[in-house]
Nanobody
């Protein structure tokens, strides 16, 4: 059974940085998708970034150039999301999710095609 656990959230000031981590235990399919999503109170869940097992990455336009997803080379079940130049509008609960390869390219606006989700980690950016 696959389990996803996020960590690393916190509170920073505008312009600050945070790194989120995601540990995936269990066995994913050989071809798979890893994603970060976020959801602010009163707003729909939105995708932050997708990364497939080949390392191909797609960022949302709102974070491109500021956020970077990576996979730990020593531990390929560990993923990081480096977030720089954080803005108040980045304040959200952030979720790590995993699923089949096609989920990276489905264009889903909800992530419902990703089978495995963590509990989330809160990121708060203060002005």
């Amino acid at each position: 059974q696959v389990k996803v656990v996020e960590s690393g959230g916190g509170t920073v000031q505008t312009g600050g940085s945070l790194t989120l981590s995601c540990v995936v235990s269990g066995t994913l399919e050989r071809t798979h998708c890893m994603s970060w999503w976020r959801q602010a109170p009163g707003r729909a869940r939105e995708v932050v970034v997708h990364m497939d097992n080949y390392g191909r990455i797609r960022y949302s336009s709102s974070v491109k150039g500021r956020f970077t997803i990576s996979q730990d080379n020593a531990n390929n079940t560990l993923y990081h999301l480096q977030m720089n130049n954080l803005q108040v509008e980045d304040t959200s609960m952030y979720y790590c999710a995993a699923g089949t390869y096609s989920a990276c390219y489905s264009g889903s606006k909800t992530g419902d095609d990703l089978a495995y989700w963590g509990q989330g980690t809160q990121v708060t950016v203060s002005s």
